[in-house]
């Protein structure tokens, strides 16, 4: 908070019989709460703990010493420039328009305090009309707050648009508030307060205050009430990965679950894809083994490393970009000068030497077209490999990334303009790579994504978690160390490791 003497939000006001109505209704929920993990006597209600920990956050709007940057957010946020998907209510024949929906209740005056609070819970049109005499049939209780309340259960539903559209304006909101200017998009650690709860339970607080993009860090002294802290706040962004679970294509339709999570890298070596009966082995001067569900890390040539024009290199990023979602999940793919890099997975029927024939040859007679010249113009062969683990998966996509600035290209890999990485990775990556995805073994080639608290000395746990996204760092807990658990409000800002073992290609033929 940039002003220490501007009151906050609940030392003002607070929507309290809003609130308590979903509080009563927290307790009947079961698929997707917290509460089928364990019945915890003293959790805190998810409802009341959202609107407590925004409330606690944001400053009064209509107190004279808070921060203008706020008050000209606020304005833009809930009141001039309000999301479209906001402007109705209701679902299919029963949708109806109401371009103003956090406007107070009537004969309540229209300030920014009460705007505010009818943000964090407002009555439904149906109870109102309820209460007014208006219906004679009750309201049921998943009816009671208005669909576009940001403590209403539904609106933390990951499929809900209109929910995520909500929590967006709501880390907006709390951001502004503590002095970020970088805008909507930002997701640097410093710019996310700290949300402390040093007797969570259930870890309702710590979960809520994740929720809303805040960094929470929270203990219990209970060993129940601890282990059930974890397997609220950390055991699901480790091991659950669902940002990576449902990869959706640009267009919205459909989807399509990614070999990343269901790898069947349960993790394999070479000596067990070569004894695995479905793996289909293949050679001719480079050997080729292609499996079912597999991440592939595939290389391939001009011929006679003939340079590719800036003006061509394009067109080879388009045709790795055309079946993206399709027959073909592309992690990230890199166009060199003379050679081509790309961590990819075929979907479907799909082989991958389908693909890459596809590929090559598409591209080869466009290129030769646009230079107009006739012959070969990719080496007969690729260089692929399957990748084996997660270690083998992150040492490979840092070498992909890497690729152009070892080779004295650009200076940063977000310079160079034929670089192509998954937006889902992009969203929820830690330094510009994928999050791991389940235990890993020692990586003494790669950067190690734990760390210590420098600034305790403990070996606190650290994970790295983008609100509504899963994701995680790993970290390991010393004996006798501080059981304190700390989850960032989402991933640093990327930034390029040049401490990836990976070394600089030469201009030769690759060999396995």
Not at 105 to 110: A, E, L, M, Q, S
Not at 403 to 417: A, F, I, W
Request: glycine share 8%; aromatic share 8%.
């Amino acid at each position: 908070m940039s002003e220490r003497a501007c009151p906050r939000l609940i030392e003002v006001a607070l929507p309290i019989r809003e609130i308590s109505a979903e509080s009563v209704r927290d307790k009947s929920l079961r698929h997707g709460h917290i509460s089928t993990l364990h019945l915890w006597w003293a959790r805190r209600p998810l409802a009341a703990s959202r609107g407590i920990v925004f409330a606690s956050l944001v400053p009064d709007p209509d107190d004279e010493r808070c921060p203008p940057e706020f008050r000209l957010a606020f304005n833009c946020l809930l009141k001039d420039k309000l999301p479209k998907i906001l402007q109705s209510y209701g679902e299919g024949k029963k949708e109806k328009r109401d371009p103003d929906p956090y406007r107070p209740y009537d004969g309540v005056p229209d300030t920014p305090r009460n705007r505010l609070l009818t943000f964090i819970a407002k009555w439904s049109p149906e109870y109102l009309d309820f209460e007014k005499g208006k219906s004679a049939a009750p309201t049921k209780p998943d009816q009671l707050l208005d669909d576009r309340s940001l403590v209403k259960w539904e609106t933390s539903d990951p499929e809900n648009p209109q929910g995520q559209e909500i929590l967006n304006i709501a880390r907006q909101l709390i951001r502004v508030a503590h002095g970020c200017t970088h805008g909507p998009e930002c997701r640097l650690e410093a710019c996310s307060p700290k949300v402390l709860d040093p007797f969570a339970g259930g870890g309702s607080i710590p979960l809520e205050a994740t929720r809303l993009g805040c960094q929470a860090i929270a203990n219990d002294y209970n060993p129940v009430a601890y282990l059930i802290l974890r397997a609220t706040c950390e055991f699901p962004q480790k091991f659950g990965k669902p940002g990576w679970r449902e990869l959706r294509d640009g267009g919205g339709g459909g989807g399509q679950a990614s070999s990343l999570t269901n790898w069947r890298l349960k993790p394999e070596n070479t000596l067990s894809l070569l004894n695995n009966p479905e793996t289909t082995k293949t050679r001719r001067d480079l050997p080729h083994w292609e499996l079912e569900g597999k991440i592939y890390m595939v290389t391939f040539q001009t011929h006679a490393r003939i340079e590719i024009p800036p003006t061509q290199r394009q067109i080879v990023l388009d045709a790795f970009k055309h079946w993206n979602g399709s027959r073909v999940r592309l992690h990230i793919a890199c166009v060199m000068p003379d050679h081509v890099h790309a961590i990819l997975e075929p979907l479907g029927n799909y082989t991958l030497s389908n693909l890459l024939h596809s590929i090559k040859s598409f591209t080869a007679n466009e290129i030769n077209k646009a230079l107009g010249r006739q012959g070969t113009f990719w080496q007969a062969e690729s260089f692929d490999r399957i990748v084996r683990d997660i270690p083998d998966y992150l040492e490979k996509w840092d070498y992909v990334r890497a690729n152009p600035v070892k080779t004295g290209l650009v200076k940063d890999p977000t310079q160079h303009q034929w670089l192509f990485e998954d937006e889902v990775v992009k969203r929820g990556s830690l330094k510009g790579r994928p999050p791991p995805m389940g235990p890993e073994r020692p990586r003494p080639r790669c950067r190690t994504v734990g760390q210590v608290d420098t600034r305790t000395g403990q070996g606190a746990y650290r994970a790295s978690l983008s609100p509504g996204k899963g994701q995680a760092a790993r970290g390991r807990l010393p004996l006798g160390a501080d059981r304190a658990r700390t989850l960032p409000a989402g991933p640093k800002s990327p930034s390029f490791g040049a401490s990836s073992s990976a070394t600089s290609p030469t201009r030769r033929s690759l060999s396995p």
